[in-house]
């Protein structure tokens, strides 16, 4: 539970205070027998304001996560379910945990996969399966999204570090107005250098073509990553293309990126640094017509133990994202204290504080929160 002064409440320029209370519920659960995993989580989150600046808010993060043995290490049946606020506009990328709910709604991705893994002699095996996806939103103007997903992905073991890759995908999405066929073919391979670190990579050519609009259009896939522990320092480096969906438009985003995290950690102390570089586009038309968006975004953690019980920690974001028609330019910081009051109960205190500047004036505004909290964990 907390409770906070926010100085903008709306996220506009000489936007009006409040004060907001929120209560936070949250449980998780696990269960992994012989031949069935089932895991789920929840975190509800209430906001109430005070002088009636927003209306009331119900909003939820949940997980729901299954898996069959359906038949002696061979059949499976996976069932996965993710309910969570999500930008409305894709290209911001993924939620900043410290921001609010301004200009974000709820997104459901419900996903149902049947697969096989069978196994060609000691060194070969395969992932051969279906997936049904669901995409929808809780407003009711926001396109609802049908995907199949046929996949097979293939693994040749040449040694103990080194493995072949490769893997076909043919993708159909389908909402109101559109039908999109996609094809995806790669190959490549994992390599385990030593033993504290793994490098991969998948390429290929990928297809998309848009039914009802006669379009289609060709580029490279890839996905690549690179993990290594150098003891107290975590290198994770990963870069590649997905597909996203967004909620503003209906229309499905090309997305390339790429990611860089360094987390050193000390007796008390640990610290990350990382990075991202992306760019959407939609190739739903031929040419440059399809809209573009470029968004690199820098940021650092700090978390340091002053005593057994009291915690300080720190974070800074740039985000920058350059569009066709306007670049717009967001900080975020915040720094707070938390003290554990017993092995149950804490007790914490936040600044947060939020600055967007755009060539858009609507994007220009700034936001400073101040609040405390309480929680308990049973």
């Not at 907390?2 to 269960?31: A, I, Q």
């Not at 978390?303 to 066709?324: C, K, V, W, Y």
């Amino acid at each position: 539970m907390s409770e906070e002064y926010n100085d903008n409440v709306k996220e506009e320029r000489h936007g009006e205070e409040d004060f907001v209370t929120s209560v936070r519920p949250g449980l998780s659960y696990r269960h992994e027998g012989a031949r069935t995993l089932l895991e789920t989580t929840y975190r509800g989150t209430w906001n109430h304001y005070a002088s009636g600046s927003r209306d009331q808010e119900f909003n939820h993060d949940a997980m729901l996560h299954g898996l069959l043995d359906a038949w002696d290490g061979f059949l499976f049946l996976d069932l996965r379910d993710t309910y969570r606020m999500v930008n409305q506009d894709r290209t911001r990328g993924e939620t900043v945990e410290e921001d609010s709910t301004v200009d974000q709604l709820q997104q459901n991705i419900f996903t149902f996969s049947p697969y096989i893994t069978p196994r060609f002699g000691e060194r070969g095996q395969a992932k051969v399966g279906y997936a049904y996806s669901n995409i929808w939103y809780d407003e009711d103007d926001r396109d609802s999204k049908n995907i199949h997903r046929g996949f097979v992905d293939g693994e040749y073991e040449l040694s103990g570090q080194t493995v072949l890759l490769s893997g076909y995908s043919y993708t159909q999405e389908l909402w109101e107005d559109e039908t999109l066929d996609r094809n995806i073919l790669y190959l490549g391979g994992r390599y385990a250098y030593a033993e504290n670190g793994v490098v991969y990579l998948k390429a290929g050519p990928q297809h998309t073509r848009y039914r009802d609009r006669d379009t289609s259009s060709s580029s490279l896939f890839w996905d690549a990553g690179l993990d290594h522990d150098f003891g107290t320092v975590l290198l994770h480096l990963n870069t590649g293309v997905s597909f996203e969906d967004d909620p503003d438009t209906g229309e499905t985003y090309e997305r390339r990126f790429g990611t860089l995290r360094l987390t050193k950690t000390w007796s008390r102390t640990t610290a990350s640094v990382y990075s991202t570089l992306e760019e959407y586009e939609d190739r739903s038309d031929e040419g440059e017509d399809g809209e573009e968006v470029r968004r690199t975004l820098l940021g650092m953690s700090l978390s340091h133990e002053l005593s057994e019980r009291l915690t300080a920690s720190m974070g800074l974001i740039h985000d920058f994202q350059d569009r066709s028609d306007d670049d717009t330019r967001r900080w975020y910081a915040n720094v707070g204290l938390n003290y554990a009051l017993s092995e149950r109960v804490g007790l914490g205190c936040w600044y947060r504080f939020k600055d967007s500047s755009s060539d858009d004036e609507e994007e220009e505004y700034q936001v400073n929160r101040v609040g405390v909290q309480l929680t308990m964990t049973f």
